[in-house]
């Protein structure tokens, strides 16, 4: 008897040439001001569907699902998938494309018409994060959205190459800033490959970074986050400073500045750049003697 399970077969994704069709249909030049790189690589398409390591009973939050490819692979891993698009063109044009290329899913994704930015609220509440993200509000709508949306427990996301390396960087390293300390307050972020250019239409001029994210708890701490989010951008508005003097602002001086720190167990002469998010929080806490 042979053991060997029969390979499920693997369905149809969009290609550069149905990409382009589609395009030609919508009479669309994609945009800088939008983002719109769109991928025309079914392989990349399920590279990134594996990564995101997502289960079958899953609701998914994809941002800008532009002509659907990453949509319909999406729809292939998970039980629901709620697409945010910006461009009402787009929007329009996916439940068709739904429609004609997984008719057995049409009732499995919502197309909410919207911008990322702004949406508080959708039709059901995502699991897990999976985008093709515009590099312009990449961390923005990375940041809004694990505030907004706290049943999302996990994801991927599809950035620039440097933003991706940005927002995975360890406290020290010569990338870490602003948006890996604000991401760390909600996640545990690593990278997790590289996807060239040549799998877009059009093709950008940079590389792009996968980033995949896991939930976890905040700092404990007394401070709420928009406190602590006020020392991270402090600390980073004149990297070369030391804490001391690029706190003095925050604080209402310099002194003030390191009477914090020193509360809060951090050395007034280091830099932001060498801080964990635990320690943000700290000073964070520090500034008001009653509540260190």
């Known amino acids: 008897m042979n053991d060997t399970a029969n390979p499920q077969p693997v369905k149809a994704l969009l290609g550069a040439g149905e990409i382009r069709r589609l395009a030609a249909e919508l009479d669309l030049r994609p945009t800088k001001t939008l ?42 891993a998970a039980a629901r998938v709620v697409a945010v698009e910006i461009d009402p063109v787009l929007a329009a044009k996916l439940p068709q494309t739904i429609a004609q290329w997984r008719p057995e899913r049409t009732g499995s994704c919502d197309v909410v018409l919207a911008d990322a930015m702004r949406i508080t609220e959708l039709p059901a509440q995502p699991t897990a994060l999976v985008a ?71 093709a950008p001029k940079i590389a792009s970074g996968l980033v995949r994210f896991e939930r976890h708890d905040p700092p404990a701490t007394t401070a709420t986050r928009q406190e602590v989010f006020a020392v991270i951008d402090a600390a980073f508005a004149q990297r070369r400073k030391t ?36 320690a943000f929080a700290r000073i964070a806490e520090a500034k008001n003697p009653l509540s260190a």
């Open 35 to 76: 983002g719109q790189n769109f991928v025309i690589d079914g392989n990349t398409i399920r590279r990134i569907v594996a990564a995101a390591a997502i289960n079958e009973d899953e609701t998914v939050l994809e941002v800008g699902p532009g002509l659907g490819s990453l949509t319909l692979g999406l729809l292939d």
């Open 132 to 202: 093709n993200l515009p590099y312009n509000v990449a961390v923005p709508v990375v940041l809004h959205l694990l505030e907004r949306f706290p049943s999302l427990r996990h994801g991927l996301v599809m950035v620039q190459d440097e933003v991706a390396d940005r927002l995975a960087a360890p406290p020290g390293s010569k990338t870490y800033g602003v948006p890996s300390v604000k991401a760390a307050w909600y996640s545990q972020m690593r990278k997790a490959g590289v996807i060239g250019m040549n799998v877009f239409w059009p």
């Open 243 to 278: 804490l001391r003097a690029a706190l003095a602002g925050w604080a209402g001086g310099a002194v003030l500045a390191e009477q914090a720190l020193v509360r809060a167990g951090v050395d007034p002469s280091a830099r932001g750049e060498v801080l964990d998010i635990r």
